[in-house]
């Protein structure tokens, strides 16, 4: 009969034990047992019972509390599901592995690089190193919503560079309009990523080592040295401009004061001679041999005041040139004798 089979109480099992009587009564035997070897170290408040059941508490304890720190947010996971997102400061949550902490630095600024190497929309090839800097705003979006964050990011990146340069010219790339296409470039990397529900923000999007392929760097270094050429010129002429401008602006302001000034001395003038010819009009009406007489001795005052005068004395016979005095040496009335008795004489 084996020694396992029902009805062998007297039978010894192999490893030379009585076999119990009964399965309750074996338990209760096993549990006595155990009790009597850990009596020595678990009977008393000091013992080993008591020291594991105080190691278990403190490590639910322990398990139990998170500090989120001031620039981070913390992310709750419940069996490896979303629960909830902690702010910064002290929490308590259920111990592991029921629920565990993922904590994300929001407000760290992460960096990822790339190289493109593309043609532009004048088909020329161009080579641009970028570097994308961003912030994680959603923690959880930003654990959860895709994976491989950097590598995410640094893909539409690249889409993203190679939409703007692909659209623009050399020129455009290479001149001023560089810092433009830069902007469009980080807005429309933050629609992809927003599409993408990535929950994080561009905060910065920049070019380096913008040029040419090596084997076209010459050519291109001409070009860039003749743009730099014009623009000098350019400029020169600017300055040339903004200080000959103002000189030919005063210039052409005193010549139009010089012009309404000469054109109000003329109206004037010629109100006065008109004036003055109807006065002499009214006198010559008046008395007309005595102005026709005082108009002629005027005229002639006026006429040999400026001119040598010749005296013949001897019948015409010998003439003698006398140089004489200037017409100011000579005193008004003396000037006026001379000539009316010059008139005098003259006349018939």
């Not at 070897?37 to 013992?47: A, E, S, T, V």
């Not at 600024?109 to 190497?117: C, D, I, M, P, Q």
């Not at 570097?131 to 923690?139: F, G, I, N, R, S």
Request: glycine share 8%; charged share 25%.
């Amino acid at each position: 009969m084996a020694w396992n089979e029902p009805g062998s109480n007297g039978q010894r099992d192999p490893w030379n034990r009585n076999r119990p009587s009964g399965d309750k009564h074996g338990l209760e035997q096993a549990w006595r047992q155990l009790k009597a070897r850990l009596g020595k170290f678990g009977g008393g408040p000091g013992g080993l019972a008591t020291i594991v059941l105080a190691f278990v508490l403190a490590w639910l304890l322990w398990s139990a509390c998170v500090v989120v720190g001031p620039t981070e947010s913390g992310v709750v996971l419940r069996f490896g599901q979303y629960a909830r997102t902690l702010g910064p400061g002290l929490h308590f949550k259920l111990p592991r592995p029921i629920e565990s902490v993922a904590k994300v630095e929001t407000t760290r600024v992460r960096s990822v690089a790339g190289n493109v190497r593309m043609l532009t929309r004048d088909e020329n090839i161009i080579t641009i190193d970028f570097t994308v800097q961003y912030q994680a705003l959603d923690a959880r979006k930003y654990l959860y919503s895709v994976d491989n964050i950097d590598t995410t990011i640094a893909a539409a990146a690249e889409a993203a560079v190679r939409t703007v340069i692909g659209q623009s010219t050399m020129d455009q790339i290479l001149s001023g309009q560089g810092s433009a296409l830069v902007a469009d470039a980080g807005k429309t990397l933050q629609h992809t990523l927003d599409g993408y529900d990535s929950g994080v923000r561009v905060t910065e999007v920049s070019f380096q080592n913008v040029a040419p392929p090596q084997e076209v760097k010459d050519a291109f270094d001409d070009v860039n040295k003749a743009r730099e050429d014009k623009q000098s010129a350019e400029n020169n002429a600017l300055a040339y401009a903004s200080k000959v401008v103002p000189i030919a602006r005063g210039d052409a302001a005193r010549i139009a004061a010089e012009a309404e000034g000469y054109k109000a001395e003329r109206i004037a003038r010629a109100q006065g001679d008109a004036e003055r010819f109807s006065l002499l009009l009214k006198e010559y009406r008046a008395a007309p041999e005595v102005t026709r007489r005082r108009l002629w001795l005027e005229t002639m005052e006026q006429v040999l005041a400026d001119n040598a005068k010749v005296i013949d004395g001897s019948g015409g016979r010998n003439i003698i040139n006398l140089p004489s005095a200037p017409a100011a040496a000579a005193p008004p009335a003396v000037q006026a004798d001379a000539a009316q008795g010059g008139a005098t004489e003259a006349k018939p």
